[in-house]
């Protein structure tokens, strides 16, 4: 279940430097909630009544099939929004989205948003800039699924998280993994043991060390002849 972190809004609110979009006028409108490991922040076809700025930590967003298989389409994690595309389409929750490990939002009643930050151009502004860098990276992210081999899509997988951690050590879950490019984990188990024999990372339980950053590059960019 989620706590609820009231007294801890404006702490959060200055770390993002949110304070131009979040003015002091509607923070007594806002609740800060904090969302433990596996805590569901959204069901599909859930009528959503809030804007989600998520502020600390990361979440997952799960398509679920109708024989139950849940799919991972996208982690989103902070400075991002939630509840962003529902708002704009006047739709239900499109996807159940779970928390990894602990994360903390800040909760905007629509009618807070509609009343208060449409007509407020800098949320306009990061609004926008969210809707377009989703677009680009479904996009980017359908085009690789449709053309790249499996083993191309994981190492695009693994410079991406190399970029987000700045290091070449890397914490991966082979299930968030497959999850993510949408195979198995037996099917990405064998790309990264390839990638060990051809001595491209080393692998020690969920830490991945790229050793070959060069040769992970040309990969990426489907040059897979050595």
């Known amino acids: 279940m989620p706590t609820v972190l009231d007294e801890n809004i404006l702490k959060y609110i200055a770390y993002h430097s949110l304070e131009k979009i979040l003015t002091p006028n509607i923070v007594p409108y806002l609740t800060l909630k904090k969302y433990h490991n596996n805590d569901v922040l959204m069901h599909e076809e859930d009528q959503l009544e809030s804007l989600y700025f998520v502020v600390e930590g990361k979440t997952k967003v ?6 139950g298989k849940v799919a991972l389409l996208e982690t989103v994690e902070a400075l991002d929004l939630l509840g962003d595309i529902e708002f704009e389409t006047n739709n ?11 994360s903390i939002c800040i909760l905007v009643p629509y009618h807070i ?9 800098d949320f306009l502004r990061f609004f926008c ?5 989703k677009v680009s990276s479904m996009s980017v992210k359908h085009s690789s699924f449709i053309l790249d081999p499996l083993k191309v899509r994981v190492a695009k997988y693994l410079l991406k998280e190399k970029l987000k951690t700045q290091g070449n050590s890397i914490k991966i879950l082979n299930s968030d993994l497959a999850d993510s490019l949408g195979v198995t984990t037996r099917q990405t188990r064998r790309i990264l043991k390839d990638f060990e024999d051809e001595s491209i990372i080393l692998k020690d339980n969920q830490i991945v060390d790229i050793i070959n950053l060069k040769r992970m590059e040309e990969i990426s960019s489907r040059d897979l002849d050595f």
């Open 129 to 133: 800039h969210i809707l377009g860098s």
């Open 62 to 67: 799960c398509p679920c099939a109708v024989d």
């Open 92 to 102: 239900k929750v499109f996807h159940t989205v779970i928390s990894i490990n602990d």
């Open 113 to 121: 948003v509609s009343k208060y930050l449409y007509n407020n151009n």
